[in-house]
DNA sequence: TTGATTTTGTGATTTTCATCACAAAAATGA
DNA sequence: TCATTTTTGTGATGAAAATCACAAAATCAA
């Protein structure tokens, strides 16, 4: 067990709630590490979600085929829990997909080994839901933005709230997840 | 205590988790039956935050003023909590407003007294997660269809997934929630 | 290293939607 | 009820972005 790779996680619980060494411990031992090549599936469309992935390195996008095309509806860096949620609660099968934009490493909770910690403490319990807390903020804000801006403006909101986006993630997939047509933010990039 | 208008809060709060009836009891003890007329404001921005609206009857509108036009971000109608999640939490000043669209009857549960039902018992714990995980997923859908479709097909998927807002709800309000002109939904509308 | 593939850039054209302007209809309240 | 305010409808116009087409650049894999 690398400390470093361990250390991020733990750093990233405990901006939703502090853990103990012993309950960290418990939550890590629940942990699988696993590994990614670009480009490589960790969920497919039809699939069963079992899990969560702890983005240690790397990246990981979620997009569903929509009339063929990809389009992305977001992202997950390192610190960040890399998930589709609604086959993830409801366990049907998934129609959206999550890809590795990049070699990626990853810490992987299974969804029962997520709800066997819940079931132990509360403790985990208070912390998924500070984590849903922050995600549902972030999530509502980051719409309501895409909604009521223009394009330009978009590309300025997402360079101020997540600068990190624009340096990892190739252009033709941000397009998508901002709603614009590639050549359009093309555009608008080439214009600073 | 009206059993009509309590029971829309039990049949809420077990489809997130199942409360004993003293646990019920205790949830709607916390509460504080109030009204609103029609236009009159829940929250104001500038002001703090101090609790949410859980909705017996009526609606309620949450927007942003953004170069001076009220943009809607979300609609809450009977059996939804209307707030606004980011100064709940944080307790910063709100810089958005909830608005009653109609006469509207709520139980208000202040966040302290929230706060000490998750102190209480991890069963409130749970049901606020589920409850979250509602939210996320519900959020995450609708930003990903609002930014993916095209005008048309923004009201389609309304009227599939959020039939009541189209009867509840003013066009104008709608308008700005599907990020379009208003003249846009109503030439929409009139094709139909 | 080099050929192949993927990603990005850029012009020309078309379509769509926002905007403006005003009329009609509906809701409100005294 | 009737005047006032709010909401909705509809045409004309212009601006912005999508689409199409292709070239350039970057990345990848053998």
């Not at 590994?35 to 979600?49: N, R, W």
């Amino acid at each position: 067990m690398n400390s470093k790779e361990a250390s991020i996680l733990l750093d990233t619980l405990n901006t939703f709630h502090k853990l103990s060494f012993e309950e960290f411990t418990e939550f890590l031992n629940a942990c699988n590490y696993q590994t990614f090549k670009k480009k490589e599936h960790l969920l497919i469309s039809g699939e069963y979600h079992r899990g969560i992935y702890f983005i240690i390195s790397g990246s990981v996008g979620l997009y569903e085929l929509i009339d063929g095309k990809e389009m992305y509806q977001d992202f997950y860096l390192p610190g960040t829990f890399a998930h589709e949620l609604k086959s993830l609660t409801t366990q049907q099968q998934s129609d959206k997909n999550l890809i590795a934009l990049s070699a990626t490493n990853v810490y992987y909770l299974d969804r029962q080994k997520l709800l066997n910690l819940y079931e132990k403490s509360p403790v985990y319990e208070r912390l998924g839901r500070n984590l849903l807390e922050h995600l549902l903020t972030q999530q509502h804000e980051l719409s309501s933005a895409l909604q009521s801006l223009k394009p330009e403006e978009r590309y300025q909101y997402l360079q101020e709230k997540n600068p990190e986006f624009l340096q990892s993630i190739p252009l033709t997939y941000l397009a998508s997840y901002l709603g614009l047509a590639r050549e359009t933010l093309s555009r608008i990039r080439a214009k600073k």
